[in-house]
């Protein structure tokens, strides 16, 4: 397993890196993202959604568990793969995972699991997982009670620490090079 520690220093920011892992995927390849409630994961899946050139509307799946976004074919990558987004948050087992039938769609999409450690990985021998953390303590000018309003818990401008680790053969060699300097430059 190869990994790279990324200091990110605001939600425009994720949305750069997230564009930039877009250019890398391909239909069957898996993101399992961790992280707690704010920590960006939703912003991270929308902009990657917009990277993929997939429907607008990437809202976590919290209540439906999951959502596909089909490929637009006007949209920045056409014919491209769909964007398959789960929630796993309330999911307890690799079986209830199975029950969503995500084997089903794999092949032909981008799925990306928010909450999935320790509940996906038997999906693909190949995948991503993005670790996403809140940087505490970062210095935000909070003497405004209103400077945030409007803004979810993740467009919040404080820092995060992402870390992209690689899994399996999909992400060896030239393949995780390539990826790890674009995200590096993004």
């Known amino acids: 397993m190869e990994h790279l520690d990324i200091t990110v220093s605001d939600p425009d920011h994720t949305r750069r890196l997230a564009h930039a892992l877009a250019d890398y995927l391909s239909a069957g390849d898996l993101l399992i993202l961790t992280g707690e409630l704010g920590a960006g994961k939703t912003t991270f899946t929308r902009s990657l959604g917009h990277g993929l050139g997939v429907r607008e509307g990437v ?15 006007d949209g920045k990558r056409p014919g491209g793969p769909d964007l398959v987004h789960v929630d ?4 307890t087992s690799p079986d209830e995972i199975d029950d969503l039938d995500l084997e089903y769609s794999l092949d032909r999409s981008v799925t990306v699991v928010e909450w999935g450690k320790d ?3 038997h999906l693909s021998e190949s995948r991503l997982e993005i670790e996403l953390t809140r940087v505490t303590g970062d210095l935000l000018d909070l003497s405004d009670p209103h ?33 790890q300097q674009a995200l590096q430059q993004a």
């Open 59 to 73: 809202i976590s799946p919290t209540f439906v568990l999951s959502r596909v976004h089909p490929n637009l074919p």
């Open 88 to 91: 796993a948050y309330r999911l």
């Open 119 to 121: 509940k996906v990985e």
């Open 147 to 179: 400077a945030f309003d409007g803004l979810d818990d993740e467009d919040v401008p404080e820092s995060r620490e992402m870390r992209v680790i690689a899994v399996g053969p999909r992400w060896r060699g030239s393949a995780w090079a390539s990826l």
